[in-house]
């Protein structure tokens, strides 16, 4: 393997260690810095804080390559760039909490042989105000690049690996260069690479404003196929054949047209909103985005509405929440659509179970008032009523009629239409899912 460029990256979480790992798997020596001690000893130790599929495996291979501490010097004095990737949290405004991205601008010394790669998502403009930063306390010679990350959490080692695009928004100096060069094997042939990534080399603004506008599209996709669900709820079609008839345009392409219970996680709900103040800020109103948070907030409760036709009042009523991270092979419950629905079945009187197969733990640490059973069946015995929130697969697979003999009702709502329906009535049980006429 040539021999590949050293790089530092600030921060340990989800998008530091996936793209940490990523590159020492390209043959890179990562520097991995986090302020926090605890977190870097249990890197050292080999102990991954999230569960993301793959990513221990990968990081055990590439160990020898891999380098955890604490000061942020290791990684000025290995490495030329430094990959920042802490948190940007939005904040009661709605904007992003850049606080810890200005820590790292504050902590870099004068170097004209460094650059500050960004991949926290930031709003459009950070990277001009940083460069001005730079200038004003005399670290003119600092480079900067905008290489904003597009991972899924649940497949982010593929996405890292198969990336549908780079995109690379610099000053056109060597700082861009040297990223568009570490990311060269995952570039199509054209570009000299072996892999399906495209290259967008643009402007630090442009960069930025993908970012924010491809996952603020995205949110819209998911809002718009949901209200078309609650459309088809009205008059009998079924959405998902509307989705796949639509999705076959390809122009419009098949891919987050699942209608479901809410988009949740640690980006869309706060990139959206941030697309929405950055407008707002600029003295622009981004009428659109506003839909889409509404939509957002309404497809959570819709679920209420549902269990009532089916129940009754739901006081004293026991629901089973199957699912409770923010989607499957994840155990990041940031806004997560259950966080949403136990409250308002709580306060609707309901008592509720529920089971998660990894995210428990943090739900615990969200969800109060709620009974967090062993496993599925636990959680369901009992129940008036199902309902799925979150389609991990094992959920798919349940035995139907074992199921129907231990709820004391019959109700089965599918939030993410991931089951069988024939399956579930063909057991006694009523289904309801999203949108299914
Ligand atoms: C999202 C983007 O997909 C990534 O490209 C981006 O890098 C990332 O945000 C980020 O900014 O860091 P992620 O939040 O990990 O990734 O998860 P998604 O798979 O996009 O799902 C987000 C939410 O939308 C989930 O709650 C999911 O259940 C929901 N969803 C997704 C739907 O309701 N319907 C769909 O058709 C697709």
Known sequence: MAEREPIGVIGTGYVGLVTAAGFAELGSDVYCIDIDAGKIERLKQGEIPIYEPGLTEMIARNRERMHFSTDIQDALDNARLLFVAVGTPPTYSGDADLSAVHAVVGAMPASDRHALVMKSTVPCGTGKNIKRLFEEQGKSGFRYVSCPEFLKEGSAIDDFLQPDRVVVGDDGD?????????????????????????????????????????????????????????????????????????????????????????????????????????????????????????????????????????????????IALLGLAFKPNTDDMREASSLVLSARLQAAGALVSAFDPIAEDEARKLIQGVRFAEDALDALTDADALVLVTEWDEFRTLDWTQVARLMAGTTVIDGRNALDPDAVRGAGLTYEGIGRG
């Open 174 to 318: 060597w700082a861009g260069d040297a990223v568009v060069e570490l990311y060269r094997p995952l570039l199509t042939a054209e570009h000299g690479g072996e892999g399906p990534g495209e290259l967008v080399r643009t402007d630090i603004a442009s960069a930025e404003m993908v970012k924010l506008a491809a996952n603020a599209f995205l949110a819209t996709k998911i809002s718009f196929i949901n209200e078309i669900a609650n459309v088809c709820e009205e008059t009998g079609a079924d959405v998902l054949e509307v989705a796949k008839g639509m999705g076959l345009d390809s122009r419009i392409g098949p891919k987050f047209l699942q209608p479901g219970i809410g988009f949740g996680g640690s980006c869309f709900p706060k990139d959206v909103t941030a697309l929405k103040q950055l407008a707002g800020n600029s003295g622009y109103h981004f009428q659109l985005l506003n839909s889409v948070i509404e939509v957002n907030e309404l497809q959570k409760r819709r679920v209420i509405g549902k269990l009532e036709k089916h129940l009754g009042p739901l006081v004293g009523k026991r």
